[in-house]
């Protein structure tokens, strides 16, 4: 199948180097100490954060620095075809453990030992990028926590189809069976904290594939840096400052 | 869990006593409902709920199937609700599915009508395509996103926003198929039915905290509750679904005389829902 026009066009109609829509929204759920909703075109995901608190299982308290805890989950209506039983299977665990250990990278953990931060991801809507959307949301919702960062840290992925790098694949370029390349990345200490990839790439595509979707990432980055901003502003205004 | 302190679940008692609540809402008075529909594209329809802090999102999905043996001229209708963490950490992982079957029961108690499927608030025949070989089984799934209380109204008033922008594709089905064979079908992409939810009830719960009851309870105000009643009411002011949650027992003439305060306030309660829908579908319209 022809996933690249002739006239380099993507299946949307998008540019390979181009990225979908996005747009972030701050405190979705107003009982949760920090939350956002994230989308990427059609993927929608909402994250919402509740700590740091007290640790609810006294045996995984770590004296030393705060536990992060991560759950991801699918609604019913999030694909196309109605899923039965979306609780607890081995993707959504590896999601979870993935996003976990790239939040924990990030959060500076030693300032609040004793004491447990949850982020959970509910994804609304999946159209492919669901892992880089999950975790560009539980950015901004960490953010809204107000829970102290290392950094923001973005994600998005990149493909390679018909011998071209795409950045940031919706669900049918995903499931083409290319290779699809996610990258978590902290934009201002210029680090990688995540990279997967299936299906086998020549080293130096890869190197352009990865890249662009470094690119991605930070376009990511400065988004989210914008929809803080602006909401820092709007509190500042309510606040009366 | 909210966790209040003695004094503060005397200043709500005594709020609902004096009729000022909290939030300085009367005792019959909802918090502000907002609509928006087409939410979730992927699905035939969707609609989000907001009632203050409490969040919802319902979404309809058609899909075909066989009209069951006992009942060949209606169609199937299945709620499921489900609970996400991100409403209340207590829900991770298995944690929200009891109450998840709570809420999905009890919507299907008060939308759906007895196990004949008589007395359905939504019109089962309606579904039918083909009598006794193909129906339209609808999937109506809800999700809590983020909860202040009433769960269950804001659940009902979800389905049926979903209900109304809910378009069921045009079925051709293929002359000439006699006899026991599966008739052949066309799906139309283009042509779609709407759906006729003028008769679909609403869900009103009075919830009682000492000796008055009050509508749209928030959560600080449940954890005070020793009964609830909830009254599912379509537009002529049937009652179609009833059931009582909590532990203490009621007064059989405060229960009727729930039923009619339930009735005058359903009356609104639809009026504002109906307007909130409409506005939101002309919303969806210009965007």
């Known amino acids: ?58 045996s995984q308290q770590m004296n030393d620095k705060a536990l992060v805890r991560c759950e991801y989950s699918m609604a019913n209506f999030s694909t196309g075809d109605r899923m039965r039983k979306p609780k607890g299977d081995r993707r959504s665990t590896e999601i979870s453990l993935v996003i976990r250990q790239t939040m924990e990278a990030c959060i500076l953990t030693h300032l609040m030992p004793r004491s447990q931060i949850d982020i959970f991801v509910q994804v609304l809507q999946a159209d492919g990028g669901t892992r880089s959307a999950c975790i560009n949301a539980a950015t901004l919702a960490l953010a809204d926590a107000g829970i102290p960062l290392r950094d923001l840290v973005t994600s998005c992925s990149s493909g390679y189809l018909n011998s071209t790098p795409l950045l940031d ?64 502003k709007q509190l500042e205004y309510r606040r009366g400052l | 869990m909210v966790g209040l302190s003695l004094g503060e679940k005397h200043f709500i008692q005594g709020g609902i006593a004096q009729d000022l609540r909290s939030d300085g809402r009367k005792r019959l008075t909802y918090r502000p409902i907002c609509v928006e529909t087409g939410f979730i594209p992927q699905a035939n329809g969707s609609a989000r709920v907001r009632m203050g802090a409490t969040n919802v999102i319902s979404s309809v999905k058609a899909e075909l199937g066989k009209p069951s043996s006992l009942q060949p001229d209606k169609g199937k209708v299945t709620i499921y609700v489900d609970c996400s963490p991100t409403a209340e950490p207590m829900f991770e992982g298995r944690g929200g599915d009891e109450l998840s079957m709570e809420l999905s029961v009890a919507l299907q108690r008060c939308l759906l009508g007895g196990k004949s499927g008589a007395g359905a608030g939504i019109d089962l025949s309606s579904l039918i395509v083909v009598e006794g070989k193909i129906c339209w089984d609808l999937y109506i799934d809800c999700l809590v996103i983020s909860s202040d209380g009433n769960l269950l109204d804001a659940l009902g008033a979800a389905i049926k926003a979903a209900l109304s922008n809910t378009g069921i594709p045009r079925v051709n089905v293929a002359v000439g198929a006699s006899g026991d064979q599966q008739p052949e079908v066309d799906i139309s992409d283009e042509e779609f039915l709407q759906f006729d939810t003028s008769n679909i009830p609403v869900i009103v719960t009075l919830t009682k905290a000492g000796r008055h009851y009050i509508v749209d309870a928030t959560s600080e105000e449940e954890s005070q509750m020793n009964s609830a009643v909830s009254i599912s009411v379509n537009r002529k002011g049937h009652i179609c679904g009833l059931t009582k949650r909590g532990g203490a027992g009621l007064d059989p003439s405060i229960i009727l005389d729930m039923i009619s305060v339930a009735k005058h306030v359903s009356d609104q309660l639809i009026n504002k829902l109906d307007s909130e829908i409409a506005a939101a579908e002309a919303d969806e319209d210009e965007s």
């Open chain 1, 1 to 58: 199948m022809e996933y690249v026009s002739p006239e380099g066009l993507r299946l949307d109609g998008r540019r390979p180097m181009e990225m979908r829509q996005i747009r972030a929204e701050i405190g979705a759920v107003a009982k949760a100490d920090g939350s956002a909703v994230f989308e990427m075109g059609n993927t929608k995901v909402i994250a919402a954060v509740y700590g740091p608190r007290e640790v609810q299982n006294r």
């Open chain 1, 169 to 232: 694949l919706n669900y049918v370029e995903d499931s083409a069976g290319g290779p699809d390349v996610t990258v978590g990345f902290l934009p201002k200490l210029d680090k990688v904290t995540l990279l997967q990839m299936d299906s086998k790439l020549p080293i130096d595509i890869f190197e352009n594939v990865m890249q662009l979707a470094i690119e991605g990432c930070k376009a990511v980055a400065n988004y989210i840096r914008e929809i803080l901003l602006e909401n820092t």
